[in-house]
């Protein structure tokens, strides 16, 4: 395979992995953004819940999408948002706020997951497919893993909004080098 190709993929990795992170790494910091928004105790599990819901919704449209936009249309728009409704979620200023970004956050990184494992089968050759499989499974994995301790350790170091923050970065560098990297596949020709 070449080097484009495997450079496309990570850029798909590295963004399925933000948005597995992102639903681990609130969950340790829930307290501290219910007593920076002031949010009543019984609404705080809407933080997570509207991300998660979202993320149900999008995975199933993910196909059709692809199928519609392309495998990198889509990763691209998907990433985009994901990153632009991470700043959002940072700079809420409330709970509606904060729910209706992290809908947005989680419709996109729903849809980040399925690209992933699609992109195994639509950009690799059967002999480099169980290869792309373990590199994907195995970010899948650590992700829910290494959630948790970096979402108490970020918060503990710096302020809440940073576990929204953390994702720019990543997010940023994994649509450029998708935007490159990627080829325009999954298109139906009309």
């Given at each position: 395979m070449s080097a484009r190709t495997w450079t496309g993929f990570?850029?798909?990795?590295l963004g399925m992995f933000m948005?597995?992170?992102?639903?681990?790494?609130?969950?340790?910091?829930?307290?501290?953004?219910?007593?920076a928004l002031d949010i009543e105790p019984d609404r705080m599990s809407w933080?997570?819940?509207?991300?998660?819901?979202?993320?149900?919704?999008?995975?199933?449209?993910?196909?059709?999408?692809?199928?519609?936009?392309?495998?990198?249309?889509?990763f691209c728009a998907a990433?985009?948002?994901?990153?632009?409704?991470?700043?959002?979620?940072?700079?809420s200023s409330g709970f509606a706020l904060l729910i209706a970004f992290r809908v947005a956050q989680g419709f996109a990184g729903g849809m980040l997951i399925p690209l992933v494992f699609s992109a195994v089968f639509l950009l690799f050759e059967a002999r480099a497919q169980s290869?792309?499989?373990?590199?994907?499974?195995?970010?899948?994995?650590?992700?829910?893993?290494?959630?948790?301790?970096a979402g108490g350790w970020i918060t503990q170091n710096h302020s809440w909004q940073w576990l929204f923050?953390?994702?720019?970065?990543?997010?940023?560098?994994?649509?450029?080098?998708?935007?490159?990297?990627?080829?325009?596949?999954?298109?139906?020709?009309?």
């Amino acid at each position: 395979m070449s080097a484009r190709t495997w450079t496309g993929f990570c850029a798909m990795c590295l963004g399925m992995f933000m948005g597995v992170l992102d639903i681990q790494i609130v969950v340790t910091s829930l307290p501290e953004i219910q007593r920076a928004l002031d949010i009543e105790p019984d609404r705080m599990s809407w933080v997570q819940t509207s991300y998660l819901i979202a993320e149900i919704v999008a995975i199933p449209l993910t196909g059709l999408l692809t199928r519609a936009l392309s495998m990198r249309r889509l990763f691209c728009a998907a990433i985009a948002l994901f990153t632009l409704a991470s700043i959002g979620c940072a700079a809420s200023s409330g709970f509606a706020l904060l729910i209706a970004f992290r809908v947005a956050q989680g419709f996109a990184g729903g849809m980040l997951i399925p690209l992933v494992f699609s992109a195994v089968f639509l950009l690799f050759e059967a002999r480099a497919q169980s290869f792309a499989t373990t590199v994907a499974g195995m970010l899948a994995v650590l992700a829910p893993t290494v959630g948790p301790l970096a979402g108490g350790w970020i918060t503990q170091n710096h302020s809440w909004q940073w576990l929204f923050l953390v994702n720019v970065a990543p997010g940023v560098a994994s649509l450029v080098a998708a935007f490159f990297a990627l080829p325009q596949i999954g298109r139906a020709h009309v």
